[in-house]
């Protein structure tokens, strides 16, 4: 029987709130290492918050993460988490004023002593691997949007993160691209056996890449499991939407969000 | 004198919306106490019939009073919910006036101090980045301060040079006019020199800076905000105010006094042209005389003042542009304030500056 992963990310209870207004309530989960651990839920759901209080970006009111059992309360814990973890945003978020070679290379740069031939050639590899060698002297507003969340994914992997963070990565792609940073996705786990959090409404890229996943409803846990406990649940709404996925998942994934929506309000 | 209960019609939509927000306003205004809305008579209501219930809910609020709805029957308790506003037409009483006046004056001296402190944090941390950091292997990096520094400085060079020399056309013939009554025109050269050295080149400088690169600065790092660029700055654990701010900082720093002493002589040189070609003074004689009438401490007045109009509009700029909160549309008025802003305190410093220097001789 194997044993469970290490545990690389803890989030414990947390809450979040704008204005005395509760958006995240006593969200409780923990991701294992080389583990994909997928955060759901429809739009406005508090999974966008969930993942910017785990990066230190909004403070919590309650509640903690731990990052390698190091609270990110902890301001060292917190520079750790950040040294330690790539962060891939929705639109990309590359500094427009600088190529797409110099946004890749500017964790290194900024993080690391190492010569300017070493940073090439690591910046080289990593454009390589997400398919942008050949627009490296490009900037952001010159290239797709495809493209630029690719460019994020290479500037996220450019220290060798233990942990990779994503923020809607196949949102506004179409299918093709998605199921490109999908594969990609993939084989990040199983060729460099990375730790990957995923926040995503896009339901065919959740059932394709998720070992685990966490689905908020309101901003609380409605569901934490994989497909299998997720038909399991209690929750008359995730399991009918997990039971409609043994006829045709992309089919019932649509059939799901639209009800997700409709019952989250 | 009480308010009467004033009688919803039957419907209570966007055809009656508007007359029953008059009749609400006209209420309120002849009457005193908790003012009573029946909707007994009610029969359709859409969202914009309850729209001028919540203008008029809001109203009363503002007015310390407030109102009551009677008869409410569960189909428009139902709508209220679906229109999200049960919540706010909770029946609880506003402030009272006073307290009203005092929390508003609260409000505005809290931001006020809140605005204070950040724009002081901000400066420290601009301050240690660029000349403490560096020895420690921290600090601004040469490559973004050149940067900043070409568009900063050599980019405003002409600008600054063509008004500054306008300036000094337009002050030597206007000293003219009233110098020659006197006999005294030469005094032109001590004028101009003087009051470019000391006071408008520095402030002209300023103003051509804070509008062309104060309003550029909130721009950009307001734009990076809202596309998400300063986050990932932080979660790659690179300190904004060290990436962005510092450079900044520094290259306005070094620029404005360039430019300011830049402005100056453009400023003796227009006069020296109005005073040669229309006044016909020598080049010799308007030379000796603005170098005898310029002292080293002019000099340093306007280099003092133009490094700290570049601290006010380094500041200002950077701190509007990452405190954006929202969308798109802040970016624009983030560049107004930070223009402003800076405008107003470069003004503001430059009085207590002259303040100062006049007394201390």
Avoid at chain 1, 157 to 179: H, K, R, V, W
Avoid at chain 2, 108 to 126: I, K, Q, T
Avoid at chain 2, 178 to 192: E, P, Q, R, T
Avoid at chain 2, 232 to 238: F, G, I, K, N
Wanted: net charge neutral; with cysteine; hydrophobic share 50%.
């Amino acid at each position: 029987m194997d044993s469970d992963p290490p545990t690389i990310l803890e989030v414990r209870d947390l809450s979040v709130g704008y204005g005395g207004t509760a958006i995240v309530r006593g969200v409780d989960f923990a991701m294992g290492e080389g583990e994909i651990f997928v955060i759901m839920g429809p739009s406005g759901c508090g999974k966008t918050t969930v993942l910017k209080t785990i990066l230190g970006l909004i403070p919590p009111v309650r509640g903690d993460v731990a990052f390698r059992g190091r609270s990110i309360r902890d301001p060292e814990g917190l520079s750790l988490f950040r040294r330690s973890s790539g962060m891939v945003f929705q639109q990309g978020a590359l500094l427009n004023s600088a190529s797409i070679e110099e946004n890749v290379s500017l964790p290194l740069t900024e993080h690391t002593v190492f010569p300017p031939g070493i940073v090439r050639e690591t910046v080289r590899m990593k454009l390589a691997q997400v398919g942008l060698l050949a627009f490296a002297g490009r900037r952001p507003g010159e290239i797709s949007g495809g493209m630029r969340k690719r460019a994020g994914i290479a500037r996220a992997l450019a220290i060798e993160p233990e942990l990779l963070l994503f923020d809607e990565p196949t949102g506004g792609l179409d299918p093709i691209t998605a199921d490109g940073i999908d594969n990609l996705i993939l084989r990040l786990r199983d060729e460099l056996g990375m730790s990957m959090l995923v926040v995503t409404h896009e339901l065919a890229s959740v059932f394709k890449i998720a070992d685990r996943i966490l689905m908020l409803r309101d901003g609380q846990v409605a569901a934490l499991g994989d497909r299998d406990d997720l038909r399991r649940s209690g929750d008359e709404g995730v399991r009918g939407f997990v039971n409609r996925q043994a006829g045709s998942e992309a089919g019932a994934a649509d059939g799901f969000l639209a009800e997700v929506e409709g019952g989250g309000a | 004198m009480s308010a009467p209960i004033l009688a919803m019609p039957e419907r209570l939509d966007r055809t009656s919306a508007l007359a029953v927000h008059e009749s609400i306003l006209a209420a309120l205004e002849t009457g005193e106490g908790d003012l009573r809305l029946d909707f007994g008579g009610v029969g359709r209501a859409d969202a914009i019939g309850v729209a001028a219930i919540l203008e008029a809910f809001r109203e009363t609020r503002r007015r310390g009073r407030r109102l009551r709805l009677l008869n409410v029957a569960e189909r428009h308790r139902r709508l209220f919910a679906f229109l999200r506003v049960d919540g706010v037409l909770a029946d609880e009483p506003g402030p009272a006036p006073r307290e009203r006046l005092l929390g508003r004056i609260g409000g505005w001296w809290m931001g006020v101090r809140h605005s204070a402190v950040e724009h002081a944090a901000l400066h420290v941390d601009a301050v240690l980045y660029t000349f403490v950091a560096p020895f420690r292997g921290r600090g601004l990096k040469a490559a973004h301060f050149w940067h900043q520094l070409t568009g900063i400085g050599a980019g405003a060079v002409g600008i600054v040079a063509m008004v500054s020399f306008l300036i000094g056309l337009i002050m030597a013939l206007q000293a003219a006019l009233v110098l020659k009554d006197f006999g005294a025109v030469i005094y032109v050269a001590n004028m101009v020199g003087v009051t470019m050295t000391r006071e408008l080149g520095p402030l002209l400088t300023a103003v051509i800076l804070a509008a062309r690169t104060g309003s550029s600065i909130a721009a950009e790092l307001g734009t990076m905000v809202v596309t998400e660029e300063v986050d990932a700055l932080r979660v790659m654990d690179v300190e904004p105010r060290r990436f962005l701010v510092a450079p900044r900082f520094a290259a306005l720093a070094v620029a404005l006094p360039c430019l300011a002493t830049l402005s100056d002589a453009a400023g003796i040189a227009g006069g020296f042209a109005v005073a040669t070609v229309g006044l016909g003074i020598g080049f010799e004689h308007y030379w000796i005389q603005t170098v005898t009438g310029l002292h080293v401490s002019d000099l340093v007045t306007g280099l003092v003042k133009s490094f700290v109009f570049a601290n006010v509009i380094a500041i200002v700029s950077c701190h509007e542009g990452l405190a954006i909160r929202g969308g798109p549309e802040e970016v624009g008025r983030a560049t107004t304030r930070a223009v402003v802003t800076s405008i107003i305190l470069v003004i503001v410093s430059d009085f207590v500056f002259t303040t100062l220097f006049y007394f201390l001789g």
